[in-house]
């Protein structure tokens, strides 16, 4: 008799989602969002019609970074700790910082 109730109770929260268009946060996409506004390549403003370059960060997480140019996208991947920094900071990358990341 116990398990029956269970099984009631939890159906009847299912159909409840269900009958208010609700969708479970599991099953829910957040579109995720550059963390920059200027290109840390560049110092240009963010071409918004352009993809952002997504990198991971030291402890493993995906970051996005927005470019103007497209081929910004190739210097960021080869060195992207360096942008990484910059595109947080909302700010070019200090020439001296990427150049000696390059090597």
Do not use: C, Q, W
């Not at 996409?29 to 840390?40: C, M, R, S, W």
Request: proline share 4%; net charge neutral; aromatic share 4%.
């Amino acid at each position: 008799m116990r398990y029956l109730l269970i099984a009631l109770i939890a159906l009847s929260f299912g159909t409840t989602f269900a009958a208010e268009g609700v969708t479970p946060a599991a099953e829910t996409k957040v579109e995720a969002k550059a963390v920059n506004t200027i290109d840390p390549v560049t110092g240009d403003k963010v071409d918004a019609k352009l993809a952002p370059v997504a990198v991971k960060n030291k402890e493993g997480h995906e970051v996005l970074i927005a470019i103007s140019k497209a081929d910004s996208a190739a210097v960021i991947e080869k060195t992207p700790a360096v942008y990484i920094e910059a595109a947080t900071a909302n700010k070019k990358a200090a020439a001296a910082a990427a150049e000696h990341m390059a090597k």
